[in-house]
């Protein structure tokens, strides 16, 4: 059974940081697609950053760019996100995702297979 397990999330004061970590089981995902999406209460399911395994360079919606790195160690079959500069519009649920069929990163949450549970990020102003 696949499983996707998020860590990390908190309650930190805005300029804060938080390190999200993912952790994955049952299956290797070194050769896929991996994501983190967000969704805050009342709007859509939104992709915050992801990353393969190719030469292919990681994505980064434009909201997050430069204060959010995403990164991956397929030794621990784990998915980081390490969030800098946070603000209070990046409270939402945070969730990792992975994909079952390809290497390509996509924006859209219907390319991805497995999701973890989700992680609560709140960021106070």
């Known amino acids: 059974q696949v499983q996707l397990v998020e860590s990390g999330g908190g309650l930190v004061q805005a300029g804060g940081s938080l390190r999200l970590s993912c952790a994955a089981s049952g299956r290797t995902f070194s050769t896929y697609a991996m994501a983190w999406f967000r969704q805050a209460p009342g709007k859509e399911r939104e992709i915050v950053a992801a990353i393969t395994w190719s030469i292919t360079g990681p994505y980064y919606a434009d909201s997050v760019k430069g204060r959010f790195a995403i990164s991956r160690d397929n030794a621990k079959n784990t998915m980081y996100l390490e969030m800098n500069s946070l603000k209070p519009e990046d409270t939402a649920v945070y969730y990792c995702?992975?994909?079952?069929?390809?290497?390509?990163?996509?924006?859209?949450?219907?390319?991805?297979?497995?999701w973890g549970q989700g992680t609560q990020v709140t960021v106070s102003s």
């Open positions: 995702t992975a994909s079952g069929r390809t290497s390509r990163i996509s924006r859209y949450p219907y390319d991805y297979d497995y």
